[in-house]
């Protein structure tokens, strides 16, 4: 497949990334465990290495990914390697390292430059490439007091460019029309579409970057109607924004039934049902770039061969929203 860009700052990355929250290991959000279990340290710098082996130069991560264990990680997997690497992470939150917890925000202009160096340092780089606001929804002033803030940042070289996860629609539309605002970073898969965001990324030239592209796993197909996630996996811990895939820990039926539909569509012509559910990604937009997780080296190499695959066909795509809706 062809690169893509980061929207309007031109800055070419591969057409998909890898996504570093799973990584991170255990933390705590909300009082809920907000990690998806175990992880090894070494199998994940194997496994980030490994993509920059098969062609990903796209990485994404937050400070609040294990309380800034990810970013050390993604470091310590770079080494020598760091200008072949896109690198973004994102801000907002605000974690103790020592309880692993994540409680507040804090978007201030000393907090956001003092959490940039901290990245910095945990990233082992001196410029973020994509510097992203982590926090869901905040209010206009203070909107606008990030968007000044990180536009002070790109003119002092600390970050190329910067861009908001969120699924806010219109908050999107406004954050946007700062001038080296680039990306949104948004849900985005088979079973979540998100048109009105997609529509906003391609009018005004915005990287749509694809946040839970495999439903949180769901669509690696492993999941029955017996399957149940304990409390130690974000997944069945409770939290309310998982409930439209896994509820109480077990995967929604109606999630079930749809995938039982689109199966067949989407691993046609030898793809994996990851690799179809990715290639669902890049036929709905240019702009969009998936960041699927990952733990292990072989999760990585089946999702970057969906590179070889590409795109499903404009007629299989007209079939599965006939079979969705």
């Not at 990690?35 to 400070?63: C, M, R, V």
């Not at 690198?87 to 409680?103: I, P, Q, V």
């Not at 001196?126 to 990180?150: F, K, P």
Request: hydrophobic share 40%; proline share 3%.
């Amino acid at each position: 497949m062809e690169r893509r860009f980061l929207g309007r700052s031109g800055i070419e990355v591969s057409p998909m990334g890898i996504g570093s929250w799973a990584i991170g290991g255990q933390f705590y959000m909300d009082e809920k465990i907000d990690g998806y279990g175990h992880t090894d340290d070494e199998t994940s710098i194997k496994a980030i290495q490994t993509a920059l082996d098969l062609g990903i130069n796209f990485i994404d991560t937050s400070d609040a990914y294990g309380i800034g264990h990810s970013e050390t990680l993604i470091g310590k997997a770079l080494g020598e390697r760091r200008n072949q690497v896109v690198l973004a992470t994102k801000f907002g939150y605000m974690g103790n390292e020592a309880t692993r917890t994540l409680k507040g925000y804090n978007v201030a202009p000393g907090y956001i430059e003092r959490a940039c160096e901290a990245s910095m340092r945990r990233l082992k780089t001196d410029i973020i490439d994509l510097y992203q606001l982590h926090v869901w929804e905040i209010g206009l002033s203070e909107m606008d007091c990030v968007a000044e803030t990180l536009e002070r940042m790109v003119e002092k070289g600390k970050i190329r460019t910067y861009g908001w996860s969120t699924d806010l629609v219109n908050g999107a539309r406004l954050f946007s029309e700062n001038l080296n605002c680039s990306a949104i970073q948004h849900k985005l898969n088979i079973l979540q579409d998100s048109p009105e965001m997609l529509r906003l990324c391609e009018e005004r030239n915005l990287a749509s970057i694809n946040r839970s592209p495999l439903a949180m796993g769901f669509l690696s197909g492993k999941f029955n109607d017996n399957s149940v996630l304990t409390s130690d996996d974000v997944r069945g811990a409770g939290h309310s924004w998982t409930e439209d895939i896994f509820k109480n820990g077990r995967p929604a039926p109606e999630v079930l039934e749809k995938l039982s539909a689109v199966r067949e569509i989407l691993t046609s012509n030898g793809r994996t049902l990851v690799q179809g559910s990715l290639a669902w990604i890049w036929a709905k937009s240019n702009a969009t770039i998936p960041i699927p997780g990952f733990k292990t080296p072989e999760q990585i190499m089946e999702n970057a061969k969906a590179m070889e695959f590409g795109a499903l066909t404009q007629e299989q795509m007209i079939e599965i929203d006939q079979l969705l809706n």
